[in-house]
C-alpha cells in the first residue's frame, strides 16, 4: 500500500494554464505538505494544512491555491502557470504530536511539472 | 528562525570507505534533526531523526548521525559505502514549537551529492 501519493507523476504543460496536482495519504494523518523542489534540488514548504488551519508560506504567489476535500487530500491548484513554476512538487504528511514533539514527515513520489 | 547548512555540495568517495556528510543549523528552539536520502527520480525517504532522546541516532543501510549541541551539528555517516548510497542528501531540521507557531514545515539544506567510485 502507497503512504502517500501523488497524481500526476509527470505534468506537461503550455504557460497561462490552470491545472491540479493531487494528493492522498492513507497513513491518517492530520497535516499535509506541498513542497517544490527547484532544478537545482533546493526544496521549499509551500503550505502546511492541519486540522483545517492552512499556514502559508508567505513567498508563495497567490496563483497556487491549496485544497482539502477531507483529511487525507490535500490538492494543488495552479492558476496561470509562469516559466518558472517548473519544477518538481512533493507533497508530505505527518501526525503531530502532542505538546512540543514533532514527528517526521512521510513524502510522496513527486510530481514533475514541466511549463513550456 | 530555523536553518540548516550542509557544508558540502558533492561528497565523493570510494566503495568500502567511511562516508561522512557535514550538517550544521540554526534554531531558536529545542530542534528535531532529520536525514532524508533521495535517489535519482524518485522521492525522499527518511534515513534517521534525532528528537531529544540519545544523541547518537542509528538508521537504515547502516547510517548513523550525531548530534552535538555545542558544535550546532548533525553530520551523518557511515563506516563503509556502497554503491547503492550513490544519491542525494538532506539535513532538515523542524522546530519543537507549541501550537499557534507559523508554516511548521521542515526545512531543507541545500542537498549534498554522494558520489561513490568503484
Known amino acids: 500500500d502507497t503512504a502517500v501519493s501523488q497524481t500526476p507523476k509527470y505534468l506537461v504543460t503550455q504557460m497561462g494554464n490552470d491545472k491540479s496536482i493531487k494528493c492522498e495519504q492513507n497513513l491518517g494523518h492530520d497535516t499535509m505538505y506541498w513542497y517544490k523542489q527547484d532544478s537545482k534540488k533546493f526544496l521549499k514548504i509551500m503550505f502546511s494544512?492541519?486540522?483545517?488551519?492552512?499556514?502559508i508560506n508567505e513567498t508563495v504567489p497567490n496563483r497556487f491555491s491549496p485544497k482539502s476535500p477531507d483529511k487525507a487530500h490535500l490538492n494543488l491548484h495552479i492558476n496561470s502557470l509562469e516559466l518558472g513554476d517548473s519544477a518538481v512538487y512533493f507533497c508530505?504528511?505527518?501526525?503531530?504530536?502532542?505538546?512540543?514533539?514533532?514527528?517526521?514527515?512521510?513524502f510522496g513520489p513527486g510530481t514533475r511539472l514541466t511549463v513550456l | 528562525a530555523q536553518s540548516v547548512t550542509q557544508l558540502d555540495s558533492h561528497v565523493s568517495v570510494s566503495e568500502g570507505t567511511p562516508v561522512l556528510l557535514r550538517c550544521n543549523y540554526s534554531?531558536?528552539?529545542?530542534?528535531?534533526l532529520f536525514w532524508y536520502v533521495q535517489h535519482p527520480n524518485k522521492g525522499l525517504q527518511l534515513l534517521l531523526k534525532y528528537t531529544s532522546a540519545a544523541t547518537l541516532v542509528k538508521g537504515i543501510n547502516g547510517f548513523e548521525a550525531e548530534f552535538k549541541k555545542s558544535e550546532t551539528s548533525f553530520h551523518l555517516t557511515k563506516p563503509s559505502a556502497h554503491m547503492s548510497d550513490a544519491a542525494e542528501y538532506f539535513c532538515v531540521v523542524s522546530d519543537q514549537r507549541g501550537s499557534g507557531g507559523g508554516a511548521d514545515g521542515l526545512t531543507f539544506g541545500k542537498g549534498t551529492h554522494l558520489i561513490i567510485q568503484p
Open positions: 494544512y492541519n486540522n483545517k488551519e492552512l499556514i
Open positions: 508530505a504528511s505527518t501526525q503531530r504530536g502532542a505538546g512540543l514533539s514533532y514527528n517526521e514527515q512521510f
Open positions: 534554531s531558536s528552539y529545542s530542534p528535531s
